[in-house]
Nanobody, 122 residues
Framework: QVQLVESGGGLVQAGGSLRLSCAASGRTFSRSTMGWFRQAPGKDREFVAGITWGVTYTYYGDSVKGRFTISRDNAKNTVYLEMNSLKPEDTAAYYC???????????????WGQGTQVTVSS
């Protein structure tokens, strides 16, 4: 079983920054491809960013490219999402998850965390 706990969300003004963390336990984290997703009220869940294990490659959704950066610290079993130049449309609940099959941006993810809320005011 895998447990994921997100943290770092909050209220920030447009143009500001936040760093989200996702702490993992119960699985070989260093061998897991991880992803960040977000879901705003009334909208579908959206892929935000993903990071592979081993030789790390990163992937981003089009709406966050150039503003968000995903990284991981295997020693701390944690994946991060650095969010800069935040916009009101970034407001959503943000979740991390483990890729279990398929490609990073479109594959099947499981072991979802409880989420952390990010609210960007204009």
């Amino acid at each position: 079983q895998v447990q994921l706990v997100e943290s770092g969300g909050g209220l920030v003004q447009a143009g500001g920054s936040l760093r989200l963390s996702c702490a993992a336990s119960g699985r070989t984290f260093s061998r897991s491809t991880m992803g960040w997703f977000r879901q705003a009220p009334g909208k579908d869940r959206e892929f935000v960013a993903g990071i592979t294990w081993g030789v790390t490659y990163t992937y981003y959704g089009d709406s966050v490219k150039g503003r968000f950066t995903i990284s991981r610290d295997n020693a701390k079993n944690t994946v991060y999402l650095e969010m800069n130049s935040l916009k009101p449309e970034d407001t959503a609940a943000y979740y991390c998850a483990v890729l279990v099959s398929g490609t990073v941006s479109t594959g099947k993810y499981d072991y979802w965390g409880q989420g952390t809320q990010v609210t960007v005011s204009s």
